[in-house]
C-alpha cells in the first residue's frame, strides 16, 4: 500500500494514489528534485471530471511557475486521459518554508 | 502574449549582437558599427541584460504592464543606435522603474529578503543608467554591475532556503550587500576608496556562494541541473577574479579590462548560460531538451577568458582573439539552445525518475 500524500486529498482512494505518482513525475528543473518531495503541494481534491491541484513556489519572482503548471497539466491529461480537466491554483499563503522538505529532498540536498 | 514575449526576446538579442559588434571593434576588429562600439556598455548592460531581466521579471508576474520595461529598455538601445539619443534617454530611465515595479508588485506577493532585493538592484540600475545619461560612466558601472549582481544574488538566495542554513549566512549576505552598493555610492565621493570596497564586496560575495550556495550540491546531479550547478559554480569563481581585479583598478587601471570582463562575461554570462535552456523555454513557450553539449559553449567562453586575459593589457592581437572566442561562445550557445529546442526529444526522455540521485 502506497504511504499516503504529504498534503490534503479529497476524493477517491485509488485515484488519489495515481494523482500522487504523477504529481511525482513533475520535476524542478533546476533541483531534480520532484514537487511532492519539495512540498510544493498544498492539497488536492478530485471531483466529477475535474481534478484541483494548489501548489506553490519557493519564489514569486521566479518564471519558472508558469513551466511547473504546465507539466502539472499535461502530466496529469497524460495519466487520466482528456476526461478530467486539472485545475492548478498557484498560492503564496501560507509560504513555503524548508520545513516541508521530505526526508528524501533533504537527504539529496545534503541535511544530513 | 507568446509573439509578444518571443519579439521582446528578440529585441534584447538585437542589442546583444550589436554589443557584441561593438566589443569586437573596441578591442581592434574591422567592423564598421561605431555607434555601437561606443553604446558598447549599455547595449550590453541595458539593451540586452536589462530586457532579459525585465522580461523574465514579466513573465513572473503575469501582469501585461510589466512588458513595458523590457519594451523601454530594448528600444532606448535600438533608438540610440539609430541616432536618436533624445527619444532614448527617456526610455532609459523609464525602463528600470518599470523594472521596479514589477520587482515592487512580486515583493507584494511574496515579502522576502530575496524579492526586496530584486527591488533594490533594479534601483541600482536606475541610478546607474542616470549617471550614465550625466556623462559620468566611470560612477554608472559600479550601479549597473550592483543591478546585475544583486538580481543574482537575489535569486541564489531564494534557494539557499533549500539547503540547511547555517547561522552566519544571513548577516554575512546582508554585510556583502550593503559593501557593494556603499562601494558604488562612495565612488562618487572617493573613487579610490569606493573601487577597493567594491571590488572587496565582489571577492565576498563569491566566497559567499561558495560556501552557502546549493550549486554544489546540485553540481553533482545528472542531466540539466548538474550541468546548471557546474557552470554557476565556475561562474563564481570568475566573480571572485573579477572582485580582485576590480580593486587592484584603484592602484592599476590596467586592471580595468579584467574586471569589467571577468564579471560581465565570466560570471554574469556564465549564469545566462547556466539558466537560457531552462528560462528561453518558459518565455517562449517551447519544449526543450536538455543536451550535453551545453557544456562546449561554456568551456570556449572560459577559455576565451583565459586567452583575453593571460597575455596582459600590452597585448592587443591576444585580447582581440579572445574578444573572438567570446563572440564564439556565445554563437555557439545561442546554435546550441535552437538545436535543443527544436529536436524531437527520444521516448526515454520522457521516463523521469521519482527522485533522482544527487
Not at chain 1, 512540498?39 to 488536492?44: E, H, I, M, R, W
Not at chain 2, 554589443?19 to 566589443?23: E, F, I
Not at chain 2, 527619444?87 to 521596479?100: G, I, K, R, T
Given at each position: 500500500?502506497?504511504?499516503?500524500?504529504?498534503?490534503?486529498?479529497?476524493?477517491?482512494?485509488?485515484l488519489?494514489?495515481r494523482?500522487?505518482?504523477?504529481?511525482?513525475?513533475?520535476?524542478?528543473?533546476?533541483?531534480?528534485?520532484?514537487?511532492?518531495e519539495l512540498?510544493?503541494?498544498?492539497?488536492?481534491r478530485?471531483?466529477?471530471?475535474?481534478?484541483?491541484?494548489?501548489?506553490?513556489?519557493?519564489?514569486?519572482?521566479?518564471?519558472?511557475?508558469?513551466?511547473?503548471?504546465?507539466?502539472?497539466?499535461?502530466?496529469?491529461?497524460r495519466?487520466?486521459?482528456?476526461g478530467?480537466?486539472?485545475?492548478?491554483?498557484?498560492?503564496w499563503?501560507?509560504?513555503?518554508?524548508p520545513?516541508?522538505?521530505?526526508?528524501?529532498?533533504?537527504h539529496a540536498?545534503d541535511?544530513? | 502574449?507568446?509573439?509578444?514575449?518571443?519579439?521582446?526576446?528578440?529585441?534584447?538579442a538585437?542589442?546583444?549582437l550589436a554589443?557584441?559588434?561593438?566589443?569586437l571593434?573596441?578591442?581592434?576588429?574591422?567592423?564598421?558599427v561605431?555607434?555601437a562600439?561606443?553604446?558598447?556598455?549599455?547595449?550590453?548592460?541595458g539593451g540586452f541584460?536589462?530586457?532579459?531581466?525585465?522580461?523574465?521579471?514579466?513573465?513572473?508576474?503575469?501582469?501585461?504592464?510589466?512588458?513595458?520595461?523590457?519594451?523601454?529598455?530594448?528600444?532606448?538601445?535600438?533608438?540610440?543606435?539609430?541616432?536618436?539619443p533624445r527619444?532614448?534617454?527617456?526610455?532609459?530611465?523609464?525602463?528600470?522603474?518599470?523594472?521596479?515595479a514589477?520587482?515592487?508588485?512580486?515583493?507584494?506577493?511574496?515579502?522576502?529578503?530575496?524579492?526586496?532585493?530584486?527591488?533594490?538592484?533594479?534601483?541600482?540600475?536606475a541610478?546607474?543608467?542616470?549617471?550614465y545619461?550625466?556623462?559620468?560612466?566611470?560612477?554608472?558601472?559600479?550601479?549597473?554591475?550592483?543591478?546585475?549582481?544583486?538580481?543574482?544574488?537575489?535569486?541564489?538566495?531564494?534557494?539557499?532556503?533549500l539547503?540547511?542554513r547555517?547561522?552566519?549566512?544571513?548577516?554575512?549576505?546582508?554585510?556583502?550587500?550593503?559593501?557593494?552598493?556603499?562601494g558604488a555610492a562612495?565612488?562618487?565621493?572617493?573613487?579610490?576608496a569606493g573601487?577597493?570596497?567594491?571590488?572587496?564586496?565582489?571577492?565576498?560575495?563569491?566566497?559567499?556562494?561558495a560556501?552557502?550556495?546549493?550549486?554544489r550540491?546540485?553540481?553533482?546531479?545528472?542531466?540539466?541541473?548538474?550541468?546548471?550547478?557546474?557552470?554557476?559554480?565556475?561562474?563564481y569563481?570568475?566573480?571572485?577574479?573579477?572582485?580582485?581585479?576590480?580593486?587592484?583598478?584603484?592602484f592599476?587601471?590596467?586592471?580595468?579590462?579584467?574586471?569589467?570582463h571577468?564579471?560581465?562575461?565570466?560570471?554574469?554570462?556564465?549564469?545566462?548560460f547556466?539558466?537560457a535552456?531552462?528560462?528561453?523555454?518558459?518565455?517562449?513557450?517551447?519544449?526543450?531538451?536538455?543536451?550535453p553539449?551545453?557544456?562546449?559553449?561554456?568551456?570556449?567562453?572560459?577559455?576565451?577568458?583565459?586567452v583575453?586575459?593571460?597575455?596582459?593589457?600590452?597585448?592587443?592581437?591576444w585580447?582581440?582573439?579572445?574578444?573572438?572566442?567570446?563572440?564564439?561562445?556565445?554563437?555557439?550557445?545561442?546554435?546550441?539552445l535552437?538545436?535543443?529546442?527544436?529536436?524531437?526529444?527520444?521516448?526515454?526522455?520522457?521516463?523521469?525518475?521519482?527522485?533522482?540521485?544527487?
Open positions: 500500500m502506497n504511504p499516503a500524500p504529504p498534503y490534503p486529498y479529497e476524493g477517491d482512494p485509488a488519489g494514489a494523482v500522487a505518482a504523477t504529481l511525482h513525475r513533475v520535476i524542478d528543473p533546476e533541483l531534480a528534485l520532484d514537487i511532492v512540498g510544493l503541494v498544498y492539497g488536492v478530485a471531483g466529477a471530471g475535474a481534478i484541483d491541484v494548489r501548489i506553490t513556489m519557493t519564489s514569486a519572482a521566479c518564471p519558472v511557475t508558469e513551466h511547473i503548471v504546465a507539466e502539472i497539466d499535461s502530466e496529469l491529461r495519466e487520466l486521459g482528456e478530467v480537466t486539472p485545475r492548478v491554483e498557484v498560492v499563503d501560507p509560504p513555503w518554508g520545513e516541508r522538505l521530505s526526508d528524501r529532498a533533504r540536498l541535511w544530513d | 502574449m507568446i509573439a509578444a514575449r518571443v519579439a521582446l526576446l528578440l529585441l534584447g538585437t542589442c546583444l554589443g557584441v559588434l561593438g566589443g571593434v573596441r578591442l581592434g576588429a574591422p567592423i564598421p561605431p555607434a562600439a561606443a553604446a558598447h556598455g549599455a547595449l550590453m548592460v541584460l536589462g530586457t532579459v531581466i525585465s522580461l523574465e521579471r514579466a513573465v513572473a508576474l503575469g501582469s501585461r504592464w510589466a512588458y513595458a520595461a523590457p519594451l523601454a529598455s530594448g528600444l532606448a538601445l535600438v533608438l540610440a543606435l539609430a541616432g536618436a527619444a532614448s534617454a527617456p526610455l532609459m530611465l523609464l525602463a528600470p522603474v518599470l523594472l521596479l514589477a520587482s515592487i508588485a512580486i515583493a507584494r506577493r511574496q515579502l522576502a529578503t530575496h524579492t526586496v532585493l530584486l527591488a533594490v538592484a533594479a534601483l541600482a540600475w541610478a546607474g543608467s542616470a549617471l545619461l550625466s556623462g559620468l560612466p566611470h560612477l554608472a558601472y559600479p550601479f549597473w554591475f550592483s543591478f546585475l549582481t544583486l538580481t543574482i544574488a537575489a535569486e541564489r538566495l531564494e534557494l539557499t532556503r539547503a540547511k547555517r547561522e552566519a549566512a544571513g548577516p554575512l549576505f546582508a554585510v556583502v550587500v550593503l559593501s557593494l552598493l556603499g562612495l565612488g562618487a565621493y572617493d573613487l579610490r573601487t577597493v570596497l567594491f571590488g572587496v564586496a565582489l571577492v565576498a560575495l563569491a566566497l559567499w556562494l560556501a552557502f550556495d546549493i550549486a550540491r546540485t553540481a553533482r546531479a545528472a542531466g540539466f541541473a548538474g550541468y546548471a550547478g557546474r557552470v554557476l559554480l565556475g561562474g569563481a570568475w566573480l571572485a577574479v573579477a572582485g580582485a581585479a576590480w580593486a587592484g583598478c584603484a592599476d587601471p590596467s586592471l580595468r579590462d579584467v574586471a569589467l571577468a564579471l560581465a562575461l565570466g560570471f554574469v554570462f556564465s549564469m545566462i547556466a539558466h535552456p531552462l528560462i528561453v523555454p518558459v518565455v517562449a513557450k517551447i519544449r526543450m531538451s536538455y543536451v553539449f551545453f557544456h562546449v559553449p561554456v568551456a570556449v567562453l572560459h577559455a576565451s577568458l583565459l583575453r586575459f593571460a597575455a596582459g593589457y600590452e597585448h592587443p592581437a585580447r582581440l582573439a579572445g574578444g573572438y572566442l567570446h563572440a564564439a561562445a556565445i554563437a555557439l550557445f545561442v546554435a546550441t535552437i538545436y535543443a529546442g527544436t529536436r524531437r526529444p527520444a521516448v526515454d526522455e520522457r521516463q523521469r525518475p521519482r527522485v533522482p540521485a544527487l
